[in-house]
């Protein structure tokens, strides 16, 4: 299994600020996916972090607002910009790696964010 | 596109048996996860299908037909420690690199 360190793992912040969220892995992965939880609602990906190379975004989310950055194959940061208290959220990263299914997703404990 | 539904909300009693049901329509189809998601906390792995028929771990089984597009997760000898959202996720193209897809989940309220 993986294990995957995220923090923090709850702020409140002021409307107009940025926070970056870091998600560390304990082995290397290809790929890396931030997902955002909205209260009530199932996980919405966010973007997909590749090593080496721009993350590609989901309908609907743009680098100005969540840009990413993937240093290497253990690490990647989200960061929520300008944001508004429409951005309150949960955010999570997500890896596959070697499981039950062989390539099982594994989560972060999430980064809970509250706009005031 | 991609659609996967699941009912919202369920109860079940202490000590008896619920089925989760999950329908999916998607561009592709490598594989059916089912996750448990307590209040507040990250996800974690229930089962997984890739082939039809039905997977037993446990407590837990979880039950595929890609023909019918349709999966559902059983719990038997229900807990309240089971009262949590159940969430189906499928892997909607043939790579193993592909982000899942999720349904919206369904709270399971277990009662005495």
């Known amino acids: 299994s993986a294990v995957i360190s995220q923090k923090p793992s709850r702020d409140i912040c002021q409307r107009g600020t940025s926070l970056t969220i870091q998600c560390q892995v304990d082995?290397?992965?290809?790929?890396m996916f931030w997902y955002r939880q909205q209260p009530g609602q199932s996980l919405t990906l966010i973007a997909t972090a590749n090593q080496g190379s721009e993350a590609t975004y989901e309908s609907g989310f743009v680098i100005d607002k969540f840009p990413i950055s993937r240093p290497n194959l253990t690490f990647s940061t989200l960061t929520v910009s300008n944001m508004s208290p429409e951005d309150s959220s949960i955010y999570l990263c997500?890896?596959?790696?070697?499981?039950?299914?062989?390539?099982?997703?594994?989560f972060g404990q999430g980064t809970r964010l509250t706009v005031v | 596109g991609q659609n996967i539904d699941q009912p919202t909300e369920m109860t079940a009693t202490e000590g008896a048996i619920v089925q989760i049901n999950c329908t999916y329509q998607t561009s592709g189809f490598n594989g059916l996860f089912w996750y448990q998601q307590h209040a507040g906390e990250a996800p974690t792995f229930l089962s997984y299908n890739v082939l039809d028929g039905l997977e037993e771990k446990g407590r837990f089984s979880s039950f595929l037909s890609r023909s019918k597009g349709y999966s559902y997760l059983l719990l038997k000898e229900l807990q309240m420690k089971d009262s949590a959202s159940y969430l189906c996720?499928?892997?909607?193209?043939?790579?193993?690199?592909?982000?899942?897809?999720f349904g919206k989940g369904t709270r399971l309220s277990v009662i005495a």
């Open positions: 996720a499928v892997r909607a193209l043939n790579s193993g690199n592909t982000p899942l897809v």
């Open positions: 082995s290397q992965v290809t790929m």
């Open positions: 997500s890896v596959y790696h070697r499981g039950f299914s062989n390539t099982e997703a594994f």
